[in-house]
C-alpha cells in the first residue's frame, strides 16, 4: 500500500508543532524542580523527533531503491491453455504433513467446508507411522479426503503426484494453515484469471544489489509493509498442475 507523504509530513509537523507549544507553556513555572523535570522531558522529545525524522530518511531512502531492485515485466502476455478433459471449476489440495495429526485435523476439518474443492491429497510421507484413519475427520471432510503415501521422506513430494489430478487448480498448502473460504475462494478464482501464474498467501522479496553483484531474500514482515514482492511460496499458493512432476 502506498503511504501519502505529504499528508504523513504535515501531520508529524502539526504534532511536532503542538508539543512544542505545549511545553513551553510548562516552562513558565518558577518551581526549580519542575524546570529539571521539563528540561529532561524536552531532551527526550527531541531525541524522539530526530528519531522519527531518520525513519523517514530511511522509508523514503527504501522506496526509492525498490524499483531499482524489482524486474518485473508487467507487459507479459499469458498464455491460454486448453481446459479440455479436465475440471475448471474445482480444485484440488495438496497438503504436506508430517507427524502432527492434531494440526493436521484442524486444518482438514476447517478447509474441507469451503466450495469448490475436487479433493483434499494428503501428502504422507512418514515412512514409520500408518495415516490416521477416516473417522479421525468429520464428516464433511471424508468425502473429500485420500492419503498419498510416499517411500521418501521429502518436502518435494508434493510436487511428485502419485494419485490423479482430475483439475488444472492445485492448492498446495501445509497442514499447520487455516483459511477463511471467502479467502481462498477469492484466490482460486483470481488464480483462474491468469492460470499460468502462482497466486497465493506468502509473498517474499529477493533483491539485487548491481554493486555488489548478491542477491537478498527478505523476511515476509517486508512485503507485508511495503507490498512489495516478486516471490510466492507454495506453502499455500494456487498454481497450474502442469507445474508438477
Known sequence: MALNRKKFLNHKADYFLDVDADSESHLDTKDPMNSEKETRWLKNNHKWKILSFLSLIFAFYFSSRMNSYLSIDLNASVPVRNNQGSDSEKFTIRMNTFRRNELLKL??????????????????????????????????????????????????????????????GIFSVDDDLVFHCEDLT????????????????????????????????????????????????????????KYLS
Open 107 to 168: 486444518s482438514i476439518d476447517s478447509i474441507s467446508k469451503c466450495p469448490g474443492i475436487a479433493q483434499i491429497q494428503i501428502v504422507w510421507s512418514d515412512r514409520e507411522n500408518e495415516p490416521p484413519d477416516m473417522t479421525f475427520f468429520s464428516e464433511d471432510a471424508r468425502n473429500l479426503v485420500v492419503f498419498e503415501k510416499h517411500v521418501t521422506d521429502s518436502l518435494n513430494n508434493r510436487f511428485k503426484p502419485l494419485l490423479d489430478i482430475s483439475t488444472d
Open 186 to 241: 477469492l484466490a482460486f478464482d483470481t488464480w483462474r484469471s491468469s492460470r499460468m501464474t502462482i497466486v497465493g498467501f506468502s509473498p517474499r522479496l529477493v533483491t539485487y544489489d548491481k554493486t555488489k553483484g548478491l542477491y537478498t531474500y527478505h523476511p515476509g514482515t517486508l512485503s507485508a509493509w511495503f507490498g512489495a514482492y516478486n516471490i510466492i511460496l507454495t506453502k499455500a499458493a494456487f498454481f497450474d498442475k
